[in-house]
């Protein structure tokens, strides 16, 4: 059982694109079964995808009057869940009981997002601030969605991970003779709004090409900041791109504790390349991480310090971790020593 930081988190769980009105998705966060539904006016409506009756999934059901209309025996269920109406005993008052379960949903970054828990209760009541997201001067391009066979938090530390530029990008976001890693600063960190965690500035890489419109290699200037265990931002300043600016926010749908679906969100200058272009090169970029984070052992982040071995230049990783540790994060992580 997972403790509240993440169940009482706001997690992205489809695109509002994929979702027209009078549809229903099937999709899973942290083991749970949802159906995401649309309704003609446009709301977003999450559900435990199991009808109370005899379990059959909502999700094969109808949307149909702003409800659902299971696909066994045609109970119909209003808005709020509760059932109106039973075919097979038309007169029938249904009771309160005979109810959907309903969680919270919003819609917001080009995503619909799910909290199975009670978010008045968590850190972060409403949605996570992404200012970047905000800023007119910055074109949005949803990527992803990415399914990868690992934890969440190993996805998060990879994005936060530079060392492996040179080998897992190599010709695009580092080559072989510029491996050395440069020192950066980490620092905590604290939006104001929710987003409550740890800062890493200063971080220079010298990349071949650092977006889909760079030519010829550059110094590029990283920020990074987790401000929720499975949120994560960047930031790509590159030293020959002057008025180029770039955000790229990272958002794990947690589907169970070793598997994950990767959602990204490109903030950014570049207006003259298509959707399809911008997200061809973020769709290459990720899919070289994939096989990476798919053979980490155990797949699940070790959380004690010694389970795995910590360079100087890995502190913003060992800062994650710590975070992680002190909101008492208990899913997709190991807590326990791997040597005892
Ligand atoms: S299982 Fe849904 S109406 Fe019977
Ligand atoms: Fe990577």
Known sequence: MSKPVLINDWHPVAASAALAPGTVLAEKLMDHELAIWRSADGTVSIWEDRCPHRGSRFSIGRIENDGVTCAYHGWRF?????????????????????????????????????????????????????????????????????????????????FLDMAHFGFVHTGILGDADHTAMRDYKVSEFDDGAGGKGVLATQCFAWQPQTNSLSHGGSDVEYTYRVVRPLTAILTKLPEKQADFREAISLHIQPVTEESSRAWIILAMTNFVQSDDELRDFQD??????????ENQVPRRLPLTRDAE????????????????????????????????
């Open 284 to 293: 290459r970029i990720f899919l070289q991480d994939k096989p990476i984070l």
């Open 78 to 158: 209003a808005a709020d869940g509760q059932c109106v109406h039973l075919p097979a005993q038309p007169d029938f008052k249904p009771s309160a009981n005979m109810k959907a379960r309903v969680y919270h949903a919003k819609e917001r970054y080009g995503l619909v997002w799910a909290c199975i828990g009670d978010p008045a209760s968590g850190q972060t009541p409403d949605l996570l601030p992404f200012p970047e997201y905000d800023d007119a001067n910055l074109r949005k391009v949803l990527c992803g969605p990415y399914d990868v066979g690992c934890s969440g938090p190993r996805i998060v530390e990879n």
């Open 309 to 340: 071995i910590h360079m100087g230049w890995d502190r913003m990783s060992v800062a994650y971790r710590r975070y992680l540790a002190e909101r008492g994060m208990d899913y997709g992580v190991i807590h326990q020593s791997m040597t005892a």
